[in-house]
């Protein structure tokens, strides 16, 4: 890793008692609305803890980055309905002891290592100044294998280590109100495949895609590159853009920190 990047890199978490202790707060902080939507997506109380830890790695990735500067910043982990942090994730600045409101609203969204989109519902794109991007550089089974790490084997072979957690802060994607959609793909025989996009996806982005290509007559499936469909898109319009558009030294990532 060359030296610009490494400076975006953060520790977040170098044994299993830091990791527990981001663990504890997703379990403590999982919300009303996640727990009916078990149910409703048939979900798995274990499937919502992981998958809220995931993004708490990234926050927490955040949250070390800006301490490592001198900068002191508690996340937006109380208990409640999701809407009412819907605007910021970084909740409150600490100096000199005091606890204040962030002068700008600042959303914070992790990503898989292997990811390349950015995508977020679009109400709540709208809602914040900057959306901080980060990749948590371990799968999404980080979870599963973490808890048998504590579990002792029968097998004397078969041993699950804990293996510490970084996190690669990329940038940040300021809000834009006048964003419109624009994209680029590449048409196979029977599939459109979308490589590049940004702005806000309608939720009829294939018909939109066809006719401004001027596709109607072959109709061919619209996917996104290496995702295919963006299950959001079933329920909502998203903000869209690909992860190397939010690229950004650390030094601009820290400009935003200070601004808070």
């Not at 803890?49 to 002191?72: N, Q």
């Not at 964003?179 to 018909?207: C, D, L, Q, W």
């Amino acid at each position: 890793m060359d030296k610009r990047l490494s400076k975006n890199v953060v520790l977040v978490a170098a044994n299993s008692d830091e990791y527990n202790e981001i663990v504890d707060d997703a379990e403590e902080t999982i919300s009303n609305q996640i727990r009916h939507g078990i149910n409703k997506k048939q979900r798995t109380l274990a499937d919502c803890l992981e998958c809220k830890t995931f993004g708490y790695l990234g926050e927490y990735g955040v949250k070390k980055f800006a301490k490592s500067h001198g900068i002191e910043v508690n996340l937006a982990h109380q208990i409640g309905e999701p809407e009412q942090f819907f605007n910021r994730d970084i909740d409150s600045v600490v100096k000199d002891g005091v606890k204040r409101n962030p002068r700008k609203n600042i959303g914070i969204k992790s990503n898989g290592a292997g990811s390349v989109w950015i995508d977020i519902p679009r109400s709540q794109f709208l809602k914040s100044d900057q959306h901080m991007v980060c990749k948590v550089l371990t799968d999404r089974d980080h979870l599963s294998r973490t808890l048998l790490s504590f579990r002792p084997s029968a097998k004397p072979k078969k041993r699950y280590e804990f293996v510490p957690i970084y996190v690669f802060l990329i940038g940040f994607v300021p809000r834009n109100y006048e964003v419109g959609f624009t994209f680029s793909g590449t048409m196979a025989r029977t599939v459109y495949t979308v490589h590049e996009a940004s702005g806000i996806v309608p939720k009829n982005y294939a018909e939109l895609i066809r006719r401004k290509e001027r596709l109607i007559t072959k109709n061919p499936k619209v996917e996104f590159n290496t995702i295919k469909k963006f299950g959001r898109l079933d329920e909502c319009e998203i903000f869209l853009t690909n992860l190397a558009q939010a690229e950004k030294p650390a030094e601009d990532i820290l400009k935003v920190l200070k601004e808070l």
